[in-house]
């Protein structure tokens, strides 16, 4: 394969993604460190759900079926954590 330089669009498109991943990650780990642990770390496995989509629809990709289970398993213990934290404030 040859190296291809981006068309102007596609360079804008690259930036705006860099730049929206950037203040992303920099919210999570400002969030991580003003907000309760307990309450924010559920939503970083989002990301664990958004990146499955994401690849399935615009990349065409099939994640393995270990994949699924193992995401699903992360999910449900992020879940399982909140409610918990809920459920002892309430």
């Known amino acids: 394969m040859r190296a291809v ?3 102007v ?3 804008g498109i690259l930036a705006a993604t860099t730049t929206i991943g ?6 999570l780990t400002l969030a991580m ?3 309760e642990v307990s ?3 559920p939503f ?3 990301r664990l759900v958004f990146a499955l989509i994401l690849a399935t629809v615009f990349l065409g ?3 393995a079926g270990w994949t699924l289970i193992g995401a699903a398993l992360i999910v ?3 879940l399982y954590t909140l409610a918990r934290t809920n459920r002892s404030r309430g």
């Open 39 to 41: 309450a924010v770390t």
């Open 33 to 35: 460190r003003t907000g």
């Open 5 to 7: 330089v981006p068309s």
């Open 22 to 27: 950037v203040a992303a990650c920099f919210a």
């Open 44 to 46: 970083r496995y989002t």
């Open 76 to 78: 449900a213990s992020g």
């Open 61 to 63: 990709e099939r994640p």
């Open 9 to 11: 669009a596609t360079a």
